[in-house]
């Protein structure tokens, strides 16, 4: 079992940046891929980012590519999102996830477990 907590979100003007961290315990946390998803009212959950499970490799959503970091720190056993640029569309309840696969997924129905998410949102 592996337990994951969010947390860095908040309200922001557009233009603006957050560092969500996600931090984990249970498991050997450099067993697993870590992504990112995000989740806006009345819509369906997307993929946003993923890391490997030592960091080389990272995938990122079109809609976010050139403006969020996904970087993980295995000592702490956390995994964070840096985003900059953001507007008002980034708007939703972010969640971090673990799976078992050594370098993630961009499918939600991959991961094994789930944090309760972070909320941000985005001004104009």
């Known amino acids: 079992q592996v337990q994951l907590v969010e947390s860095g979100g908040g309200l922001v003007q557009a233009g603006g940046s957050l560092r969500l961290s996600c931090a984990a315990s249970?498991?050997?946390?450099?067993?697993?891929?870590m992504g990112w998803f995000r989740q806006a009212p009345g819509k369906e959950r997307e993929f946003v980012a993923s890391?490997?499970?030592?960091?080389?490799?990272?995938t990122y959503a079109n809609s976010v590519k050139g403006r969020f970091t996904i970087s993980r720190d295995n000592a702490k056993n956390t995994v964070f999102l840096q985003m900059n640029s953001l507007k008002p569309e980034d708007t939703a309840l972010y969640y971090c996830?673990?799976?078992?696969?050594?370098?993630?997924?961009?499918?939600?129905?991959?991961?094994?477990?789930w944090g309760q998410g972070t909320q941000v949102t985005v001004s104009s």
């Open positions: 996830a673990a799976d078992r696969s050594l370098y993630g997924s961009t499918s939600p129905r991959d991961y094994d477990y």
């Open positions: 249970g498991r050997t946390f450099s067993n697993y891929a």
């Open positions: 890391i490997s499970r030592y960091g080389a490799s990272t």
